[in-house]
T-cell receptor, first 114, second 113 residues
Framework: AQTVTQSQPEMSVQEAETVTLSCTYD???????LFWYKQPPSRQMILVIR??????QNATENRFSVNFQKAAKSFSLKISDSQLGDAAMYFC???????????FGEGTQLTVNP | DAGVIQSPRHEVTEMGQEVTLRCKPI?????LFWYRQTMMRGLELLIY????????DSGMPEDRFSAKMPNASFSTLKIQPSEPRDSAVYFC???????????FGQGTRLTVV
């Protein structure tokens, strides 16, 4: 069974600074997909970034980038130039090739201080 | 497209009553997912459909829960009878492919008293 672990229940960052959210996962599959989703207080789940495990290059989306370490089964999210609107709960998720289900981590609550 | 549409946004019901949650996926999406979010268990998949066919229902907690997808544009999640421990936010999501971005609805907050 796949598991996803986020060891930081809460994180805080100053506006305009950089923050890194950690995520580790466990899977027996060699090919899979990893995601970071954001859930603001509106509770809408929004995709932040997606990584295919077969791609060695780390995914980036504007201020958001990942550090994907396949051997270590680590998938951290870096947010650069943090903005007040980045404040939300962030979920790391895994999807294996044997099915389409997303397995989510426990979430990290990010606070952005002005 | 208006995105994934769920109704109702909030539902309060008494223990023992039947509850039906509704979802309209994004047009053209072949996959539909039902997730439940609670403080204790986080986000967990209940069931998902591919082309209207249930593929994995291993997350459905018990026989009180049932889900249907009669056509490509509509799905329901029914709880009968409801219990207080079913109180949670229920999300519906849809995606174009097996591992592409899942678009979530705004969720239904269910409270069973």
């Amino acid at each position: 069974a796949q598991t996803v672990t986020q060891s930081q229940p809460e994180m805080s960052v100053q506006e305009a600074e950089t923050v890194t959210l950690s995520c580790t996962y466990d899977t027996s599959e060699s090919d899979y997909y990893l995601f970071w989703y954001k859930q603001p207080p509106s509770r809408q789940m929004i995709l932040v970034i997606r990584q295919e495990a077969y791609k060695q290059q780390n995914a980036t989306e504007n201020r958001f980038s990942v550090n994907f370490q396949k051997a270590a089964k680590s998938f951290s999210l870096k947010i650069s130039d943090s903005q007040l609107g980045d404040a939300a709960m962030y979920f790391c998720a895994h999807s294996g090739t044997s099915g389409s289900r997303l397995t989510f981590g426990e979430g990290t609550q990010l606070t952005v201080n002005p | 497209d208006a995105g994934v549409i769920q109704s109702p946004r909030h539902e309060v019901t008494e223990m023992g009553q039947e509850v039906t949650l509704r979802c309209k996926p994004i047009s053209g999406h072949d996959y539909l997912f039902w997730y439940r979010q609670t403080m204790m268990r986080g986000l967990e998949l209940l069931i998902y459909f591919n082309n209207n066919v249930p593929i994995d229902d291993s997350g459905m907690p018990e026989d009180r829960f049932s889900a249907k997808m009669p056509n490509a544009s509509f799905s329901t999640l029914k709880i009968q009878p409801s219990e207080p421990r079913d109180s949670a936010v229920y999300f519906c999501a849809s995606s174009l492919g097996a591992h592409t971005e899942a678009f979530f609805g705004q969720g239904t907050r269910l409270t069973v008293v």
